[in-house]
């Protein structure tokens, strides 16, 4: 049995501190990217999730479920679907996972690595601490 990725990046620019109230929270809402959705990047869910995990390295921090104060189509998506496997990591939390499992970005899937700089983008523009990853690794 496959695996598939639905994922956000929030982001928020204006709150002090970050992520204190779900009106002030952006998203690029990275389900409706096929390629993303559909590309099987085991490596990476191993590293961000634990899900279909083949280097046998427990995921360095645990699924934290449904992110506090999350954006509209997040909270959305988590009102319907009532997703398993899910979690978010800022974008320092994700290159971490990703060193964890001695992963380099080679070896992660192009749509994957695109991920990775938007993350890094925003952190360099906006700071860190008001990036965050949003996942939902699901059955395929």
């Known amino acids: 049995m496959g695996a598939d990725l639905t994922a956000w990046i ?3 620019v204006h709150q002090d501190p970050p992520f204190s109230d779900s009106a002030g929270v952006e998203c690029l809402p990275l389900g409706q990217w096929g390629d993303l959705y559909s590309n099987k990047d085991y490596p990476f869910y191993g590293a961000v999730s634990g899900c279909r995990n083949e280097t046998c390295i427990p995921p360095l921090f645990p699924q934290r479920g449904r992110p506090e104060n999350a954006s509209h189509p997040v ?3 988590f009102d319907t679907e ?3 496997n899910a979690g978010w990591l800022s974008s320092d939390e994700v ?4 060193q964890h499992h001695d992963l380099t970005p080679d070896q992660l899937s192009l749509e994957v690595q695109i991920v990775m700089h938007i993350l890094s983008f925003l952190s360099l523009k ?4 008001r990036v965050r990853f949003v996942f939902v690794i699901g059955s395929a």
């Not at 906006?126 to 601490?129: A, E, K, M, N, V």
């Open 75 to 77: 909270s959305t998506y």
């Open 10 to 12: 929030e982001y928020d």
């Open 126 to 129: 906006i700071g860190p601490d």
């Open 82 to 84: 009532d997703p398993h």
């Open 95 to 98: 290159d971490r996972a990703i």
